[in-house]
């Protein structure tokens, strides 16, 4: 098994591409730890997660509670060999009507929340570690409506090149899985009306090269990838699994 042994530890991990990506790692071997902020969700994970798993709540906004949870993690394993730093929302707003709450929000979660929960797991991973972050195909196209969500994730881009520099020295890689369009909850929590949101799918699906949607599974098997041994000479790299749509 790729991932024999290792302590890993996921945010966002209670549902779709983290939750996929959990049973995947836990299947090839790690003991895995989900941080989540819905008490149900996390109750469900740890249901289909089973006996070598297990699951703490935190709100990532707050680096004090991120403290927290990895200091648990420590004190039931002594050390993590892995961090998926996944958790991450949206809101769907255009320009004029972004409000300095939903800019704050986003920036709160998606770009602090990563920082810091990479800052805290940090000197707790082992040398020869690995931290992977999920990005977005947003990164590097334009998209009406979606201009906050979308620098986020170029932020969290930069931050795997600058970490991946500075961790280098310990052998711990650090690198990035560009989801396109899922088939995830992702998409009905930007806060759009439902015929918008259908309507915006079918656009995608048209834009799409592979003509579909992906599945969480796809997007976890390239963090599997990423995780492991197998990209063992890869660091500050975005491994982009988009169906074509931001590369051809």
Known sequence: MKLANKVA????GTSGI????????RDEGA??????????????????????SMTLRADLRDPAQ????????????GAIDIVFANAGAGTAAPLEAVTPAQFDEQFALNVSGIFFTI????????DGGSIVVT??????????????????KAAVRSLVRSIGAELAPRGIRVNAVSPGP????????????????????EALVAA?????????????????FLASDDASYVTGAELVVDGGLSQI
């Open 119 to 126: 800052q805290k797991s940090a000197p707790h991973l082992r």
């Open 208 to 224: 799409v090269p592979l003509k579909r949607f992906g599945d969480a599974v796809e997007v976890a098997k390239a963090a599997v």
């Open 31 to 52: 003991k895995v730890v989900v941080i989540g902020t819905n008490e149900q969700r996390l109750r469900e994970a740890q249901q289909v997660l089973g006996e070598n």
């Open 135 to 152: 990005t977005s195909f947003l990164n590097t196209v334009g998209t009406p409506g979606l201009s906050v969500l979308s620098a986020t």
């Open 66 to 77: 991120i403290d927290k949870a990895v200091a648990e993690v420590v004190e039931t394993h």
């Open 18 to 25: 983290g939750l996929e990506t959990a049973k995947l790692f």
């Open 182 to 201: 899922i088939a995830t909850p992702f998409a009905s929590k930007l806060g759009l009306p439902e015929e918008d949101l259908r309507k915006s799918g």
């Open 9 to 12: 530890l996921i945010t966002g």
